[in-house]
């Protein structure tokens, strides 16, 4: 199957200058990222070092960011989560070559209980979000390049799902654009959304709109029940030292609280722990994370661990002290984290990576992220009909574990 795409359509450019400038923009940039002029190859997670300056100069030129899928984060989560993944990485045809795509995923064999082999894009439990970086001036042929190569190469399979894709972002607009000019069959599955915050112009007066005025007045009134018990210190970490020294009080919030009960706290675990402090450390270099605290006396109470790159952030992680409950410190927190985002006009959007209606941040954060999982078949003769089915299957069993997961947990 040969996978082509529209020179007139597929760069993905900004709208600047005449109507004639643009245009030949376009014609130049076709002309460079022809899919069939690209070069598509696969290595598996642990090679991936080598190629970590040009990854890093990707994930700053990415159509749409995604931190889970840049060098600090995936590297550190290699280890723990990447067994058997690798990438598909998309080169441009001249030299000096540069990197314009990254696919990271991992051929599941048995997804289903028998041998059908899937490409499955590689996320895990702590990296929720599943968009591939592709290079903003040249999405439409660094997908069909990677399309292309999946349905010329027997060693990979003839079927791709694509999880936790963001539904309204552009890159699954680019993608859909691919899909259409291929004629590619493609489903979509476990469709969901998640709470976004992305003020847009109401920056100053978001808080305020989305607490009613009852809530401000609970909020006030808990913080300083609080403070009665000691000095009450709202503090943030950014600076590598200051980050290492946060995540020690994050992660013994998180151990102490329900997680820990579970068995899935990451400081239980020491490959779990070994990896987020990498990461954090990574991202701190990078001045990708930040760690917020609310302070007691000196200890922490409540701890938030968010991810930026870019523009966009994720609210990743949040663990605060059950003993205070009543007290709402992680309500707090977050009310607190809302308003400097807000304030923050670098920011166009903060994802909170949370649950579908989870019921704390989906009241203060009224926007939604969609997400589902896409099933795409690049091969004629692959059973994607008999594969969609099982696929549904299989969301609809996870959907249903989890609610009685949900239900055992209340």
């Given at each position: ?41 696969w ?22 960011p ?38 990271p ?9 028998f ?12 990296g929720?979000l ?22 010329a ?14 539904m ?35 920056r ?35 600076e ?171």
């Amino acid at each position: 199957m040969t996978i082509k795409v529209s020179t007139d359509q597929s760069p993905i450019v900004a709208r600047e200058g005449a109507a004639a400038i643009a245009s030949a923009r376009r014609a130049a940039l076709a002309d460079r990222y022809a899919a069939d002029s690209l070069i598509v190859e696969w290595l598996d997670l642990a090679q991936l070092d080598s190629i970590a300056d040009a990854w890093h100069a990707l994930a700053a030129r990415a159509l749409e960011p995604n931190v889970f899928y840049e060098p600090s984060f995936t590297l550190a989560a290699a280890p723990v989560f990447g067994t058997g993944a690798g990438a598909l990485l998309v080169w441009s045809g001249v030299h000096p070559r540069k990197l314009l795509g990254f696919f990271p995923a991992r051929i599941e064999t048995r997804r289903y209980g028998f041998r059908l082999p899937v490409l499955v894009g590689f996320t895990h439990a702590y990296g929720p979000l599943g968009v591939p970086l592709a290079e903003r001036e040249a999405a439409g042929p660094v997908i069909a390049a990677v399309l292309g190569r999946l349905a010329a190469d027997p060693s990979l399979p003839g079927l791709l799902l694509l999880p936790f894709l963001r539904m309204d972002g552009p890159f699954a607009a680019a993608l859909d654009t691919i899909l259409r000019q291929a004629q590619l069959p493609a489903a979509d599955f476990n469709r969901r959304s998640r709470a976004l915050l992305k003020p847009d112009r109401e920056r100053e007066d978001y808080l305020a709109n989305a607490l009613s005025s009852h809530k401000h007045k609970e909020l006030r009134r808990l913080s300083r029940r609080l403070a009665d018990k000691g000095a009450l210190l709202f503090a943030v970490a950014t600076e590598p030292a200051a980050v290492a020294a946060a995540l020690t009080d994050f992660l013994a919030l998180e151990a102490d609280g329900w997680k820990g009960r579970a068995g899935t706290a990451a400081a239980h675990d020491d490959d779990l722990c070994r990896f987020v402090r990498s990461g954090a450390a990574a991202l701190a270099a990078e001045n990708k994370i930040a760690i917020h605290r609310v302070l007691l006396d000196g200890r922490a109470v409540a701890a938030a661990i968010v991810l930026r790159s870019g523009r966009s952030v994720w609210f990743w992680k949040i663990a605060h002290d059950e003993a205070l409950a009543h007290f709402s410190p992680g309500v707090m927190l977050t009310a607190a984290i809302t308003e400097e985002l807000v304030a923050d006009e670098t920011i166009a959007e903060c994802d909170s990576c949370a649950a579908e209606d989870h019921p704390m941040i989906g009241r203060i954060w009224r926007e939604r992220l969609t997400l589902a999982e896409r099933l795409i078949a690049v091969r004629p003769q692959v059973p994607f009909s008999h594969v969609r089915r099982l696929e549904a299957l299989r969301a609809a069993a996870i959907a249903t574990a989890k609610n009685v997961r949900d239900y055992l947990r209340r």
